[in-house]
């Protein structure tokens, strides 16, 4: 991260005893800015809103990546014993990446879901529009073992039961130029 600022403002209380500690807090950043330089990309216009108490904690937010804006909604709370939490990811044309090799924006609707170790990711990317033109692949490699291809049945061992039910489309303005092969 460079060029970081914006605006932080809020309370912590914490209470109870410390084995289990009841946390009420309320914080705030506000017209926050980062650049991630790697991806070559600035997000801007961070707004974000996390408060609550034991009982149930709420998360709001955006960020915008030109020309785009992704917005965050999501709580977290305990039932019996139990971590349950849910957030949304929503955002349209989403400037993921913006180097000379990789112009990548997205458009997501995803969902992720917890109930103490089981975990679950729903919705969608669109990638409505990309140009992609690696120009050095010795940094390429295999797919993640999380990667799943449709119709293959893979057994994995993890330590969160993991569900995942997420599409990818890709949308027709995506370029593809890889060692003189265009698509």
């Keep these: 991260l460079t060029q970081s600022s914006g605006q932080v403002n809020g309370y912590i209380n914490v209470k109870g005893k410390l084995l289990s500690p009841e946390v009420n807090l309320n914080l705030q950043l506000n017209?926050?800015?980062?650049?991630?330089?790697?991806?070559?990309?600035?997000?801007?216009n961070i707004n974000l809103h996390l408060r609550g108490s034991p009982e149930n904690y709420l998360i709001n937010g955006s960020l915008n990546s030109e020309p785009g804006k992704l917005v965050i909604q999501g709580s977290a709370h305990t039932q019996n014993k139990h971590f349950i939490s849910q957030l949304t990811l929503q955002g349209e044309n989403?400037?993921?990446?913006?180097?000379?090799?990789?112009?990548?924006?997205?458009?997501?609707?995803?969902?992720?879901n917890s109930?103490?170790?089981?975990?679950?990711l729903t919705g969608q990317i669109l990638i409505p529009s990309a140009n992609i033109t690696p120009l050095d692949y010795s940094s390429t490699i295999?797919?993640?073992?999380?990667?799943i291809i449709l119709g293959q049945a893979i057994q994995r061992s993890s330590f969160f039961n993991i569900d995942y039910k997420t599409t990818v489309t890709i949308g027709d303005n995506v370029n593809l130029a890889i060692d003189g092969l265009k698509g």
């Design 94 to 112: 989403f400037k993921l990446f913006n180097t000379n090799e990789y112009n990548v924006s997205i458009s997501p609707r995803l969902m992720l």
């Design 31 to 44: 017209n926050g800015k980062t650049t991630l330089a790697a991806m070559g990309t600035t997000f801007s």
């Design 115 to 120: 109930n103490n170790q089981n975990l679950s």
């Design 142 to 147: 295999e797919l993640p073992e999380d990667v």
